[in-house]
């Protein structure tokens, strides 16, 4: 199992609170998946995800929400929204 960073994020709509995150990427690492992607790899332990901002590790976990699955970042024994704050993915 790889422990991959997250470092930037792709959104139906960038400046919306209300649209989910379609992608998740890391330029540096050469990749970028779509959200189901990342998704089914949490659940099926093939992989973990976390994003590291100002130096602090947040673990990405999925939530089964009203409207389905979403991923969410899990850090300081509370789930936060530190995901929407990375960069767009080009």
Request: net charge neutral.
């Amino acid at each position: 199992m790889a422990d991959v960073q997250v470092a930037c994020i792709n959104k139906q709509e960038r400046n919306s609170t209300h649209e989910g995150i379609t992608h998740l990427g890391n330029p540096a690492g050469g990749w970028k998946w779509p959200r189901a992607d990342v998704i089914a790899s949490i659940e099926a332990k093939t992989n973990t995800f976390y994003t590291l901002v100002n130096g602090n590790r947040g673990n990405i976990g999925v939530v089964d929400g009203p409207n389905g699955k979403y991923v969410r970042t899990y850090a300081d024994a509370k789930w936060n929204d530190n995901l929407l704050s990375l960069p767009e993915c080009n």
